[in-house]
């Protein structure tokens, strides 16, 4: 479906672009589902989805630009905590921890899309997605782990091991929101839930990496 005349002005309208970025992600967190409606995504927004194909081409470029939104936030975190120099290498690795738990509770479809992305992108978008995003976060658990070992408070793990270890505890409890039905008779997602989930992440994974 193309842009009318008569849509031309909104199709210009500032902030259309991030509502569509916004609406998408939360129909996905609500849904939990690594897809979305065009037509959901039209009642939801209030905007024609033809805005779809003017801003991102097709569905498969918003659900790219959804991912380079999300993952350029964390990229540019984790590097602004790395920068640190007031925090302990401790210190700073329970700070991750705790926001890696906060990210995957507000986009708890994010590994999921990740790797929707990479398998169905042709070599040239994987590898740009790769490049970008998981490339800077391998080489940031390096940082975090060998400043933590070099320091004397850290164990010597294997920082890859690390990263898929403390990736999957975050991923597979907010995806998870159908055990919670039908196992623990809980349907939402809370906030306390996430408080607790955290406290009990970052202790749990602390206690195996630390030296003393």
């Not at 509502?19 to 939360?26: I, K």
């Not at 907010?174 to 009990?200: G, I, N, P």
Request: aromatic share 10%.
């Amino acid at each position: 479906m193309s842009a009318t005349l008569d849509e031309a002005d909104s199709l210009e309208s500032p902030g259309a672009r991030e509502l569509l970025l916004v609406t998408a992600s939360s129909i996905m967190r609500e849904g939990d589902v690594v897809d979305i409606s065009l037509s959901e995504l039209s009642l939801r927004s209030g905007l024609n989805s033809a805005l779809v194909k003017y801003y991102f081409g097709n569905k498969a470029g918003l659900l790219k630009a959804l991912l380079d939104r999300d993952m350029a936030a964390i990229v540019k975190s984790v590097d602004a905590l790395l920068a640190k120099d007031d925090m302990d290498p401790e210190a700073k690795l329970r700070h991750h921890i705790s926001k890696c738990i906060d990210t995957y509770y507000d986009f708890p479809y994010l590994n999921r899309l990740l790797m929707r992305l990479v398998r169905d992108s042709d070599e040239t978008e994987a590898r740009r997605i790769a490049d970008q995003y998981l490339l800077p976060l391998n080489r940031a658990y390096f940082r975090f782990i060998g400043d933590g070992v070099e320091a004397g408070v850290f164990r010597p793990i294997d920082p890859q091991l690390f990263y898929f270890t403390l990736t999957g505890a975050a991923d597979r409890f907010f995806s998870a929101r159908l055990v919670l039905k039908h196992c623990f008779d809980q349907d939402a997602l809370t906030e306390e839930l996430r408080d607790s989930y955290r406290e009990h992440t970052v202790d749990f994974v602390m206690a195996g990496i630390l030296a003393r």
